[in-house]
């Protein structure tokens, strides 16, 4: 059989935090070290000029995001580890792709929709005020992101899976238009289990600004875990686990043996204070020897650099014969092979 490709990008506006990590980090650097899967990550730096126009905070959150993946094990001889603008045959996929898809199918994209939706609801005359065509033609890139190394697993949130089947659409209609060359790819979506609570209680999410980042400095992390909201129940009454953000978090950092142990002391009344503090202390020690290795990396801006520039050329192997391969089926190519 041959191997399966898994393909996922990483938009770089934000700092990496732990609803990241286990929705989405975690299991890519797993796989990383799977022999059996052929694994391209990338950041999607093009994608956060479609939402951030602070070119410090697009370059800060890319060195952010690489040093993190890093950090964290991530295994570079087996997954190529890119920066998208490193892979240039991306972008004129694009423009290719773009001629095979239909507008009527972009009009129907939920980033574009919700964007006019809200223009409607502030009572704009022009429903399309604000919106650039970045984000209309936005799907488009995200297409050529995935087909460029056909792709056959996705991994992404719930939000993004109309996005792949639009992947879908398009490289069904160019394989029907010119042949076929590109795989159908399919979404695969994390466990409900995967989704982390933050600071509030709601989803951890950089829109609800409640998220705990990866990598604070120790004192700072502390202080944020203290904050996470609970209920007002005192030392001594027994607590519910089911709708806990602090047992959520802990759970999702817990081996199961773990996670039983601390249901007990749940029902056996644990103080909040007490929870909070095990709780960073179980994080912190999780996080200690990968936060060194992080410090180290954002001091080292050099280094991250060249690992990325070594995925480029990897990534390039593959994308730019096949780029090649694709203007020849639509007939871009030169005119006579003499000379
Ligand atoms: N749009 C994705 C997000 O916001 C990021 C992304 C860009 C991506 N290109 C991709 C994800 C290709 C998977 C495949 O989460």
Redesign the pocket.
């Known amino acids: 059989m041959t191997k399966q490709t898994v393909?996922?990008?990483?938009?770089t506006t934000g700092t990496p935090h732990l609803g990241n990590y286990v929705g989405a980090i975690q299991p890519a650097i797993q796989a990383s070290h799977d022999s059996n899967v052929s694994a391209f990550y990338f950041l999607?730096d093009y994608?956060a000029l479609i939402k951030c126009q602070e070119p410090s905070h697009v370059h800060q959150s890319s060195q952010e995001i690489a040093a993190t993946w890093l950090a964290l094990g991530l295994d570079t001889d087996n997954a190529v580890f890119y920066r998208q603008s490193d892979v240039p045959e991306i972008m004129e996929l694009a423009w290719i792709l773009s001629c095979v898809t239909s507008k009527g199918l972009m009009n129907r994209s939920h980033a574009y929709k919700a964007s006019v939706a809200a223009n409607e609801k502030k009572g704009e005359t022009d429903p399309d005020k604000g919106i650039t065509l970045g984000l209309f033609n936005y799907p488009v890139l995200?297409a050529a992101?995935?087909l460029m190394f056909n792709a056959h697993k996705?991994p992404?949130?719930k939000d993004?899976i109309q996005?792949i089947e639009m992947a879908r659409d398009i490289a069904g209609r160019f394989n029907h238009v010119y042949g076929k060359h590109f795989v159908l790819p399919e979404a695969i979506i994390g466990e409900d289990s995967a989704i982390l609570s933050g600071l509030d209680g709601r989803k951890m999410s950089k829109s609800y600004n409640n998220t705990i980042p990866m990598f604070l400095p120790e004192k700072k992390f502390r202080k944020l875990i203290m904050k996470i909201k609970t209920n007002s129940l005192e030392p001594g009454e027994p607590k519910q686990v089911e709708g806990c953000t602090l047992f959520s978090i802990y759970k999702a950092f817990a081996t199961e043996e773990q996670t039983d142990e601390v249901r007990k002391r749940y029902a056996a009344g644990i103080a909040w204070g007490e929870m909070k503090q095990y709780l960073f202390e179980h994080l912190n020690n999780h996080l200690k020897e990968p936060r060194e290795h992080y410090d180290e990396l954002m001091l080292q801006p050099d280094k991250v650099e060249q690992v990325l520039q070594q995925g480029a050329e990897k990534a390039r192997m593959v994308s730019a014969p096949f780029l090649q391969e694709i203007r020849q089926a639509v007939g871009i190519r030169a005119i006579s092979t003499v000379g």
């Open positions: 393909l996922t990008g990483i938009t999607a994608h995200m992101d995935i996705v992404v949130g993004q996005h």
